[in-house]
């Protein structure tokens, strides 16, 4: 009866062991269950983290576009001579090709009697 005995311990210890496989890879698929929905979501995220990026430099791109546009604008506008008579300023004399344009505020007018000096170096030719 001893080698029963023995031979019962040894089954016995070999349950216990099994028990103890059985439990820790129950515990080991929850843990890859639960870890396979934590990569899901950190997936979602990136995915989600990746387009706001893309949107973002899509967005600055437009608006860097719209101030180029905007700054080359004032540019221009800023290189045109002002439309509006400024104190001090000289009038250069008139040439081909410059619009004839006439002041709408007539205390801007100067009157030169003909035959002025100055009259005639300012005057349009012809």
Same mark, same amino acid.
């Given at each position: 009866?001893?080698? #029963?005995?023995?031979?019962? !311990? $040894?089954? #016995?210890? &070999? ?6 496989? %059985?439990? %820790? $890879? ?21 995915? %989600?983290?990746?387009?706001? %990026? ?5 967005? &600055?791109?437009? !608006? ?18 002002? &439309?509006? *008579?400024? *104190?001090? !300023? ?12 006439? *002041?709408?505020? *007539? ?7 003909? =035959? ?6 300012? !005057?349009?030719? =012809?």
């Amino acid at each position: 009866m001893v080698e #029963g005995c023995a031979v019962a !311990s $040894v089954l #016995g210890m &070999l349950e216990e062991r099994e028990a103890a496989a %059985r439990v %820790r $890879v129950e515990g080991l698929r929850e843990e890859v269950a639960r870890l396979a929905e934590a990569l899901e979501a950190a997936e979602i995220e990136l995915d %989600r983290r990746v387009i706001a %990026r893309e949107e973002l430099i899509e967005a &600055l791109a437009v !608006s860097a576009a719209e101030s180029t546009a905007v700054t080359t604008t004032e540019a221009e506008e800023e290189a045109a001579p002002p &439309l509006a *008579p400024v *104190p001090g !300023s000289t009038v250069p004399p008139w040439r081909e090709g410059l619009p004839v344009k006439f *002041p709408r505020d *007539p205390g801007h007018v100067i009157v030169m009697p003909r =035959g002025c000096a100055a009259a005639a170096a300012w !005057s349009r030719p =012809g």
